[in-house]
């Protein structure tokens, strides 16, 4: 700021090296200038938060109390903590489970979706409606349809003959994890169907004739046209879908809040409740940070899915 | 759901299917296409439901049958705008969500020209280190950044959440941009620098006009993307008038009334609409936006 407030215009208009000119037209200082508002959000409030909750993870700081440095104590403290382990259990259990179905159903979704169909764009829109449905409010209507008392799925069942009780759906540990895993396949199933389906367009129809002129069963033409083709998508759709399956947190706090017995506590849902509700601010940025090698693992491994991409073009 | 019918994606990928026969349609096709899509709207279907059931209907299963509802009542929604905060909440989402729209499209839209035209010294870095903040996800910042908005005396007001949204948004509408602004030929940016327009005249008189659809595909799904967000306005907002619609259902609906379903489920209803109707106008710019962000 303070090169602007020392040149002159005046002296910007009879020598074209002057620091006014070269700020306003050199390559280097436009683009500093273009960048500046967007750096500065990214900067202030998530680079920056990012180096602090791995220092916060460091001390005992709690909230309206600013704290010492412990060193790893945070961790060494969660390191014998089963609950933690028993968060970090659920979690990879929970991404394993609902990342596979996902994947699973979301390209067979957007198998039949890539078929002749009357009103296609219309049937697409609909599909992607559970993704645009704020996932607090679905979830919420998940918790409904999940009550122990008033389930339309054990009325139906009861009715149908097949039961003679009502299923305790968020109230037994084992049918609770079921049910969060089922409302987040639910919930992300459009979004990898219709970004798979993006994909499946670009791909060539006469690849298909030409296999199948040649003999090519449909399994074969999914197998070695369609799946190699699709490979890079699914890497990137894949990545963001673990992540944001891995860190969920919302899904969980509006059906279960982590209960019953902790059985659907995620490390998401823990950091919340330990940082933030017990105060904690410490020990829960010590466990958001712990989310970060699984993170990191879950990038490379798209990371080296792009790269066989690069490798087959050649 | 008008706007669909406008859709004008060439239908190229008929290829084969004439091959097959009806029957085989049906089974192959149709049949677990409707079975997903049924699964897929059946909490919809439940959540208007029970917005519009009468209690004694909700909690009597055998007298009535549940899923259909013998004189629907407006009780719920009525109760929802006129007896509690509702339309305050729906106002804070709405002005929050625009707000942080429009900071992050201004940023957005100065940074991707920026990587993509000015192609100053590391642009490509920078560009990198863009789609990385992508991947960041607020459960890991959201304990750091509400000492961070304390500390600035940010907390429990809109403009730290107008402020936090962009985070999630800028590098999600940069990437966007960036592959809308290649698309567009550099020999009109030449013509305009050779007639001695500066940066500032190319990008907002010939960039932008010809970025229009993009600029609309990055702003819906933002939009949509804000008030879906969750945790951070769970842990900036506190007091009741200040909070956006999901945290407000979440935290001022819930309580032990077995009577709580029709206003719970009438919240989450009326909280969706605004979101779905807009969608249903811009679906073409909404689904280029989601899969234009990933094939980039």
Known sequence: MADIALARPAAAASTT??????????????????????????LLFLAYPLAKGIWLSLTDTRIGRGGNFVGIENYEWLWDDSVFWLSVFNTLVYTGFASVAKFGIGLYLALLLNKRLPFKALIRSIVLIPFVVPTV?????????????????????????????????????????????????????????????????????????????????????????????????????????????????????????????????????????????????????????????????????????????????? | MAATTTAHTPDDSEGMAYLDTLPKRVVTVYLPLFVILVVLLFPFYWMALTAIKPDDQLIDMETYNPFWVVSPTLKHITKLLFQTNYPLWLWNTMMISVAATVLSLFASVLAAYAIVRIRYKGAVAVGAAIFLAYLVPPSILFIPLATIIQAYGLYDSPFALVL?????????????????????????????????????????????????????????????????????????????????????????????????????????????????????????????????????
Request: hydrophobic residues 50%; contains cysteine; proline residues 5%.
């Open chain 1, 17 to 42: 090296g002057s620091a006014w000119s070269r700020l306003r037209t050199s390559r280097g200082w436009l683009g500093f200038w273009f960048m500046l508002p967007a750096a500065a959000i990214l």
């Open chain 1, 137 to 314: 409010l679905s979830a919420l209507a998940f918790w409904w349809i999940f009550d122990s008392q008033f389930s339309i799925i054990s009325w139906s069942l009861r009715h149908l003959g097949l039961l003679d009780h009502n299923i305790d759906f968020l109230g037994d540990p084992t049918m609770a994890r079921i049910c969060v895993t089922f409302a987040n396949i639910w919930r992300g199933v459009p979004f990898i169907a219709i970004t798979l389906l993006a994909g499946l367009q670009t791909v060539s129809p006469s690849l298909y004739e030409a296999a199948t002129i040649d003999g090519a069963t449909p399994w074969q033409n999914f197998r070695h046209i369609t799946l190699p083709l699709l490979t890079p998508i699914i890497a990137v759709v894949m990545t963001f879908s673990v992540l944001f399956t891995f860190t969920d947190f919302q899904l969980i706090w509006a059906m279960t809040r982590g209960g019953p017995v902790n059985a659907t506590h995620l490390m998401a849902t823990l950091s919340y409740q330990r940082g933030i509700l017990s105060g904690n601010l410490g020990e829960g940025a010590a466990i958001a940070t712990a989310m970060v090698p699984f993170l990191i693992f879950a990038i490379g491994i798209s990371w080296f899915g792009l790269q066989n991409r690069k490798w087959q073009t050649g």
């Open chain 2, 164 to 296: 936090v949204y962009p985070t999630i948004l800028i590098p999600f509408s940069t990437w966007l941009l960036m592959g809308y602004f290649k698309t567009i030929p550099y020999e009109l940016e030449e013509c305009a620098l050779i007639d001695g327009a500066s940066r500032w005249q190319i990008l907002v008189k010939i960039i932008l006009p010809l970025a229009v659809p993009g600029l609309i595909s990055a702003g819906i799904f933002s939009l949509t993307l804000c008030w879906n967000e969750f945790i951070y306005a769970l842990t900036f907002l506190s007091s009741t008038q200040n909070k956006t619609v999901p945290v407000a259902v979440v935290s001022e609906f819930v309580d032990g009334d077995i009577y709580r379903w029709g206003s719970l489920m009438a919240g989450a209803l009326v909280g969706s609409l605004p979101l779905v109707i807009l969608y249903s106008f811009f679906v073409e710019h909404y689904v280029s936006a989601m899969t234009g962000a990933v094939k980039e």
